[in-house]
């Protein structure tokens, strides 16, 4: 059965979905330089990441560059529902590195409203079995390094890039 959203905001589906293109882009970029995900896994992530968005549950994505559990490099994409006339960057940046012993870690946030009922109607849809993570996605030995934002109409993902 199709599900209906309402919004008041001044963007649609479509618009999370050409934001979407870009982080997904940025997936399997990221995905094929660190050789430590697939491409059809890096394809479910940004499955479920556009799923969820589109949804209104998701609010942040964090990526991990892992080698040997010390961060490497990170991306952190939080949504922002009012870019308004942003210019939207290209997806890609600086070529992630090839380590020893990769592993990239991505954890999801999400809004107040992915309530109990919400992931029971969700967790059907999603490819990937999300759990609860207490990772310290502080990033405390990273710096800063880079920004830019996927953006259509008033819908965006600001990407900061830490290494």
Known sequence: MPETFTSTSTYTTVDIENVFRRF???IF???DSTEAITRAKAEEYAHDAQYLATRRYLK???LTLLSYG???RAAVYRVNEST???TSARPGGVRWPKVSSP????VIS???AYTAEARAKTQPK???GWTPSSDDLSHSTLTKDASRIFASNSYGLERDDLR
């Open 84 to 86: 308004g006339e942003v």
């Open 103 to 106: 592993f990239l870690r991505i």
């Open 110 to 112: 999400y809004t107040e």
């Open 126 to 128: 999603l490819k990937i």
């Open 29 to 31: 970029m990221i995905a």
């Open 24 to 26: 997904s882009a940025d």
């Open 60 to 62: 942040k994505i964090d």
């Open 70 to 72: 010390v961060e490497v």
